[in-house]
């Protein structure tokens, strides 16, 4: 068989079908043979002799090229006879080996695909120098480091925003001893083992890694070091690292720390005084005054429909509106007329007026102690600036008398008679409307005008047959 029909055997018999012979080529040798038997029936010949037959018969079957079976190889079997005891140094490599494999296999076991793909992508980022990265690259770089829970535990959003942008990484090779004393550090490649550790009595503890009952390795995602000088974060806090392999670590600096914490701290002392000066009592206020109470503006957030104050009590805070706006409600007490003639007592809430953003309250109900005249209710999520009462109360006498002297209570000259005249204007509207809702759709519907309102429905969807012509009728 030739080396041509042996590779077409082993090709195609995987794709044969079970019960059917197949053949690979024609042999031309074997052919030319069996075209030269003598005997067989030719011009020459008018009848194939017995002996021609015969032979034709035995050679015929050499003309097709049939597939072989190839079994598969026997393998050697090699017996080492002789056991070799390895030495002590070779025994502790073989531990290390396997311990490195076990812990990268748990290493990357531990974080999911996609994570492993973002955590590509920010070390490619972070290998460039700050000015370097363009903006999306810094966006991306505050996404992915939002995800690792030892940085959400050590940071505001505002602070990571701050520090994406300007954040470093650092290689450092196997057997190098990572101080973190004067910084934040995350590893994003590779695994180290503690080396310093601050006790709960705020000493230093050397380790000692391979006598330890449950040895703890740090990680991709683990973190380690200190921000604050006074003290740690939390007890038990690794202070430096050994690292077992090439590591690439995220590094935040004490001195970078700090200046963007003075950053925001500037800027949200800007916001609370442009927020306190841009409401109406306050535009005339000295800058010192203002200051005092941008010192006690703390930010809060709530909810739609919140009841910030109650009608008859006096307020728990003074509220500067930032972004959102509440309704002012008063109470009037009514008489619904019920079944049989009978009359009822009714409490409704009226809306008096609206208080948008760079407005405030509560200030005079606690300065004064006088329960608020209405009620304030959030219509939309609102964050306000709010001092509490307690802090208010504390104010120097001065302020305070400046405060009597600019802020007004909110409806503080509201009479009876004007809630209960924009009550009826309310009620009147509100029958006006509804009365011209029923007349429009009386009026629309009385002929069946909108397809399945009305009296009569019309299918669209069903196709009308054409009529045809009228014949004549004799």
Same mark, same amino acid.
């Given at each position: 068989?030739?080396?041509?029909?042996?590779?077409?055997?082993?090709?195609?018999?995987?794709?044969?079908?079970?019960?059917?012979?197949?053949? $690979?080529?024609?042999?031309?040798?074997?052919? =030319?043979?069996?075209?030269?038997?003598?005997?067989?029936?030719?011009?020459?010949?008018?009848?194939?002799?017995?002996?021609?037959?015969?032979? $034709?018969?035995?050679?015929?079957? +050499?003309?097709?090229?049939?597939?072989?079976?190839?079994?598969?190889?026997?393998? =050697?079997?090699?017996?080492?006879?002789?056991?070799?005891?390895?030495?002590?140094?070779?025994?502790?490599?073989?531990?290390?080996?396997?311990?490195?494999?076990?812990?990268?296999?748990?290493?990357?076991?531990?974080?999911?695909?996609? $994570?492993?793909?973002?955590?590509?992508?920010?070390?490619k980022i972070l290998k460039k120098l700050p000015f370097h990265r363009s903006h999306s690259e810094r966006l991306k770089t505050y996404k992915i480091l939002s995800l690792f829970p030892?940085?959400?535990?050590?940071?505001?959003? #505002?602070?990571?925003?701050?520090?994406?942008?300007?954040?470093?990484?650092?290689?450092?090779?196997?057997?190098?001893?990572?101080?973190?004393?004067?910084?934040?550090?995350?590893?994003?490649?590779?695994?180290?083992?503690?080396?310093?550790?601050?006790?709960? &009595?705020?000493?230093?503890? /050397?380790?000692?890694?391979?006598?330890?009952?449950t040895p703890k390795v740090l990680t991709c995602g683990d973190s380690f070091g200190a921000l604050s000088?006074?003290?740690?974060? !939390?007890?038990?806090?690794?202070?430096?690292?050994?690292?077992?392999?090439?590591? =690439?670590?995220?590094?935040? +600096?004490?001195?970078?720390?700090?200046?963007?914490?003075?950053?925001?701290?500037?800027?949200?002392?800007?916001? &609370?005084? =442009?927020?306190?000066?841009?409401?109406?009592? /306050?535009?005339?206020?000295?800058?010192?005054?203002?200051? &005092?109470?941008?010192?006690?503006?703390?930010?809060?957030?709530?909810?739609?429909?919140?009841?910030?104050?109650?009608?008859?009590?006096?307020?728990?805070?003074?509220?500067?509106?930032?972004?959102?706006?509440?309704?002012?409600?008063?109470?009037?007490?009514?008489?619904?007329?019920?079944?049989?003639? !009978?009359?009822?007592?009714?409490?409704?809430?009226?809306?008096?007026?609206?208080?948008? #953003?760079?407005?405030?309250?509560?200030?005079?109900?606690?300065?004064?102690?006088?329960?608020?005249?209405?009620?304030?209710? +959030?219509?939309?999520?609102?964050?306000?600036?709010?001092?509490?009462?307690?802090?208010?109360?504390?104010?120097?006498?001065?302020?305070?008398?400046?405060?009597?002297?600019?802020?007004?209570?909110?409806?503080?000259?509201?009479?009876?008679?004007?809630?209960?005249?924009? /009550?009826?204007?309310?009620?009147? !509207?509100?029958?006006?409307?509804? $009365?011209?809702?029923?007349?429009?759709?009386?009026?629309?519907? /009385?002929?069946?005008?909108?397809?399945?309102?009305?009296?009569?429905?019309?299918?669209?969807?069903?196709?009308?047959?054409?009529?045809?012509?009228?014949?004549?009728?004799?």
């Amino acid at each position: 068989m030739s080396i041509r029909a042996a590779a077409l055997s082993d090709r195609s018999q995987a794709a044969l079908t079970p019960g059917i012979q197949y053949f $690979f080529g024609i042999e031309y040798n074997n052919l =030319e043979k069996l075209c030269n038997i003598c005997g067989l029936q030719s011009r020459d010949n008018p009848h194939t002799t017995p002996e021609a037959h015969h032979e $034709f018969l035995q050679t015929y079957q +050499s003309v097709f090229i049939q597939p072989t079976n190839v079994l598969p190889k026997i393998p =050697e079997l090699i017996v080492n006879r002789y056991y070799k005891k390895p030495s002590i140094a070779e025994s502790v490599s073989d531990i290390h080996a396997h311990r490195k494999k076990l812990l990268d296999r748990k290493a990357m076991e531990d974080i999911p695909r996609h $994570f492993q793909k973002k955590i590509k992508i920010l070390i490619k980022i972070l290998k460039k120098l700050p000015f370097h990265r363009s903006h999306s690259e810094r966006l991306k770089t505050y996404k992915i480091l939002s995800l690792f829970p030892a940085v959400n535990s050590r940071f505001t959003d #505002e602070e990571l925003k701050q520090l994406s942008d300007q954040i470093m990484m650092e290689s450092w090779v196997k057997g190098s001893t990572v101080y973190g004393d004067l910084a934040f550090y995350m590893i994003l490649k590779g695994y180290a083992r503690p080396h310093t550790m601050v006790s709960d &009595k705020r000493k230093v503890e /050397y380790l000692d890694f391979w006598f330890q009952s449950t040895p703890k390795v740090l990680t991709c995602g683990d973190s380690f070091g200190a921000l604050s000088t006074n003290s740690h974060q !939390k007890s038990n806090n690794v202070l430096s690292v050994i690292t077992e392999e090439k590591c =690439e670590i995220i590094k935040i +600096s004490r001195g970078q720390y700090e200046h963007v914490k003075k950053d925001l701290m500037l800027h949200d002392q800007s916001v &609370k005084e =442009e927020l306190i000066q841009a409401c109406p009592f /306050y535009q005339q206020w000295p800058k010192l005054s203002v200051n &005092k109470l941008v010192e006690l503006i703390k930010w809060k957030n709530f909810p739609e429909n919140h009841v910030l104050v109650k009608e008859g009590e006096i307020s728990s805070f003074a509220g500067y509106i930032k972004t959102g706006y509440c309704y002012i409600f008063k109470d009037i007490e009514i008489l619904k007329k019920l079944s049989l003639g !009978k009359m009822q007592s009714v409490v409704k809430h009226i809306i008096m007026g609206k208080l948008q #953003e760079k407005e405030s309250f509560g200030e005079i109900s606690i300065i004064l102690k006088k329960p608020f005249t209405c009620s304030i209710i +959030s219509g939309t999520d609102v964050e306000l600036g709010v001092i509490s009462a307690d802090d208010l109360q504390g104010l120097d006498p001065v302020n305070k008398i400046l405060l009597q002297q600019t802020a007004q209570p909110i409806l503080g000259n509201l009479t009876q008679e004007e809630v209960n005249n924009r /009550y009826i204007s309310l009620e009147k !509207k509100k029958e006006w409307q509804q $009365f011209k809702e029923t007349v429009i759709n009386q009026t629309i519907s /009385y002929k069946g005008i909108r397809p399945g309102i009305g009296k009569w429905k019309h299918d669209w969807n069903k196709k009308e047959r054409p009529k045809g012509k009228a014949t004549q009728s004799f």
